[in-house]
């Protein structure tokens, strides 16, 4: 089975980044669709998706309905889980446990999310430049290519060394 890389944008600003880290999970909105895993295909989601928030713009259309599918059905577990934090400039690595959920909440925040197991943050300073560029995409939610991933797991590697290493002086 190959494993897959997904970054997810933490809401604008990177505004939910925290509760991610500290919730254990990554999340998306378009709540008022209900839970996303129940579509069956994309003509569902689109007739969904239309009925709800209308299709003033087709190609802004187009792009919700592939990361509707993307986080509902396409990712699975094991999968690399990456968000971003502007403030802080870190990106957040984790692998994707396979469960999705729609959960309640009491606010306006996103109630379609996906449980990860955090293992780390690296410094966007630390990643090569073409490894930025390609985690750049203002998308909510887009795959990575297998050298970003590397690029990402390799720098975390060598954070987490250090701070292992740090503990056994």
């Known amino acids: 089975m190959m494993i897959n890389g997904w970054m997810v944008r933490a809401g604008k600003g990177g505004k939910y980044f925290n509760e ?6 990554v999340a998306v909105g378009w709540n008022n669709l209900g839970p996303l895993d129940q579509f069956e295909n994309d003509e569902q989601r689109k007739a969904a998706y239309i009925a709800t928030y209308g299709n003033e713009k087709p190609s802004k259309t187009a792009n919700a309905i592939g990361m509707i599918r993307r986080f509902g059905q396409e990712m699975k577990k094991n999968d690399w889980l990456v968000t971003y934090c502007p403030q802080k ?32 943050e690296v410094s966007r300073d630390r990643l090569s430049q073409i490894t930025k560029t390609r985690l750049g995409s203002t998308l909510t939610l887009f795959s990575l290519k297998d050298d970003v991933i590397s690029d990402l797991l390799g720098v975390l590697k060598s954070v987490t060394s250090k701070v292992e290493s740090s ?3």
Do not use: A, T
Not at 20 to 25: I, T
Not at 105 to 120: A, F, M, P, S, T
């Open 167 to 169: 503990k056994v002086s």
């Open 20 to 25: 991610f880290k500290d919730n254990n999970y």
């Open 89 to 120: 400039r870190n990106y957040l690595i984790g692998k994707d446990r396979g469960e999705f959920q729609f959960i309640e909440r009491d606010d306006e925040g996103y109630r379609q999310i996906r449980k990860v197991d955090w293992l780390g």
